[in-house]
Nanobody, 123 residues
Framework: QVHLVESGGGLVQAGGSLRLSCAAS????????MGWVRQAPGKVREFVAA????????YYSDSVKGRFTISRDNAKNTGYLQMNSLKPEDTAVYYC????????????????WGQGTQVTVSS
């Protein structure tokens, strides 16, 4: 069983930065791909970034490409999402997700999910 806990969310002004963390318990984190998904009020979930188990490959949605960076430290069982040049439209609850058997952008294929952390960007 894997337990994921996100942290680092908060209120920030447009143009600012935040770094989200995803702390994982269990033994499979280092062999699992990880993704970040966000959901804004009244909107469908959006898959924003993913990283392979060793961090060799990454994916970014067009909406965050060039502003967000996904990374991981397998020795610490922790993943990160560095968010720069934040915009009001980045306001959402951000979830991390992992899966030992899948790397991609289909959210339902990720087996383990955190509880989410709120990011609010003011204009």
């Amino acid at each position: 069983q894997v337990h994921l806990v996100e942290s680092g969310g908060g209120l920030v002004q447009a143009g600012g930065s935040l770094r989200l963390s995803c702390a994982a318990s269990g033994r499979t984190f280092s062999s699992s791909a990880m993704g970040w998904v966000r959901q804004a009020p009244g909107k469908v979930r959006e898959f924003v970034a993913a990283i392979t188990e060793a961090g060799r490959s990454t994916y970014y949605s067009d909406s965050v490409k060039g502003r967000f960076t996904i990374s991981r430290d397998n020795a610490k069982n922790t993943g990160y999402l560095q968010m720069n040049s934040l915009k009001p439209e980045d306001t959402a609850v951000y979830y991390c997700a992992t899966d030992p058997n899948y790397y991609g952008t289909i959210e339902d294929r990720y087996h383990y999910w955190g509880q989410g952390t709120q990011v609010t960007v003011s204009s």
